[in-house]
């Protein structure tokens, strides 16, 4: 029995030096896939994509590349590559103008409502918004436009600006009294002032100088031609 127990003992010395040498091989590298190989490869993550829906690095598009159709900064005015960088749904990076150093269009990120105030309130970072980066209007010192093309968007945007004209729908519903009136047409006047003082680039007093000598005109031309009180 001792010499069995003996035997037994040191087949076991024997066989745990293999036991060890076998755990003790390093795994082996996945196999390479081959030239042939169909298995489906991971899907890289999408680059990061610029205002106007082509993917493209973060430098932006290049110079070459419609560099009229980009947007315009609500600051200073100048053109920019793009307005932000969406990364995925919902998260993007508003881009800074390299002119004035500033956020290009900050009304990305804000609600109607608040836009609808800053435009009451005539601010031109607001009409700059609405008229170059919402609705594309041209402004009318771009050499590549025919003269008739760049007085319809100035046309355009004097129109749009005189949105004051709609709380004049109200007075059909409720009873207002007749200095309202007035007060809507100096809001309109206001605000064709700045539209095409933020779609020409001319001063304020010329741009005023214009918007009223056409107010006039409308107000004499019903006055004593058409007869309206």
Known sequence: MAHQKRAVS??????????LTDD?????????????????????PDPPRPHGGKAVPLSGLSPQEGE??????VG??????????????GNIRLMKCDTCKAVADPYIECEF????????????????HLLFNKLRIYSSLDKRFSIAARYREVLLAVIISSY???????????????SVIFFVEISVLSSNTVALRVVTEFSKAHCFG?????????YLTERWLLGAP
């Open 164 to 178: 004051f004209k709609l709380f004049l729908m109200a007075m059909m519903v409720w009873e207002f009294p007749s």
């Open 76 to 89: 200073c005015g100048r053109r920019v590559k793009t307005l932000y960088m969406q990364y995925s749904p």
């Open 210 to 218: 214009v918007c009223f000598g056409a107010h006039a005109a409308r």
């Open 24 to 44: 003790a091989t390093p795994p082996q590298p996945p196999p390479q896939p081959q030239p042939g190989d169909r298995r489906r490869r991971p899907r890289l």
């Open 68 to 73: 009229e159709e980009w947007p315009r900064c």
């Open 10 to 19: 040191s087949s076991r010395l024997v066989s745990s030096p293999a036991k």
């Open 113 to 128: 409502m608040i836009i609808l105030i800053d435009l009451i309130l005539h601010k031109t970072r607001a009409y700059r």
